[in-house]
Each structure stands twice: as structure tokens, then as C-alpha cells.
């Protein structure tokens, strides 16, 4: 029972300095009118708009889930 509560800590350790870090590695958001001197591209933004923060949080609840569902065959498998 310790050794899986050691694991668990750990995991949530990891989790959280991961999340830390990409909270403070945060970018200041571009200045409005677009990039200058690129050819008349003024107002436009680069990158095409793609939002990513959803598909991001959709592959960090399906870990999360993958690694209950992991502890809690190993805690089923060590009772028996």
C-alpha cells in the first residue's frame, strides 16, 4: 500500500509541475494591426487561428483517465 501511494504522489508531483510550467511559459498576446513589414499583410494574424487549448485539455483527461485506470487494476491485482 505505500509503494502505491508513493506512485500516486509522484504522478500528482509530475502533473503539477507540468502544469506549472505551462502556465508560466505563457507568451504576452501579439500587438493589434498584424506584423509590419511583411507585405501588406496588416491585420491579419499569423498561424491561421487554429485553436489548440481544447484538443490539449481533451489528451490531459484521457491520461488522467489511462493512469487511474492503471492504478486501479494494480490496486485489484495486488489485493488478490
Same mark, same amino acid.
Given at each position: 500500500m505505500?509503494?502505491?501511494l508513493?506512485n500516486?504522489i509522484?504522478a500528482?508531483a ?5 502544469s506549472?510550467a505551462?502556465t508560466? %511559459? ?9 506584423? %509590419?513589414?511583411?507585405?501588406g499583410?496588416?491585420?491579419e494574424?499569423?498561424g491561421g487561428?487554429?485553436?489548440?487549448g ?5 489528451l490531459?483527461?484521457?491520461g488522467?483517465?489511462?493512469?487511474g485506470r492503471?492504478?486501479y ?5 495486488l489485493?488478490e
Amino acid at each position: 500500500m505505500k509503494k502505491i501511494l508513493k506512485n500516486i504522489i509522484k504522478a500528482f508531483a509530475i502533473v503539477l509541475f507540468v502544469s506549472t510550467a505551462y502556465t508560466v %511559459s505563457a507568451q504576452p498576446p501579439p500587438p493589434p494591426g498584424g506584423v %509590419s513589414g511583411d507585405g501588406g499583410t496588416q491585420g491579419e494574424k499569423l498561424g491561421g487561428n487554429a485553436p489548440i487549448g481544447g484538443g490539449l485539455f481533451i489528451l490531459l483527461g484521457l491520461g488522467a483517465a489511462y493512469g487511474g485506470r492503471k492504478v486501479y487494476n494494480l490496486r485489484n491485482k495486488l489485493e488478490e
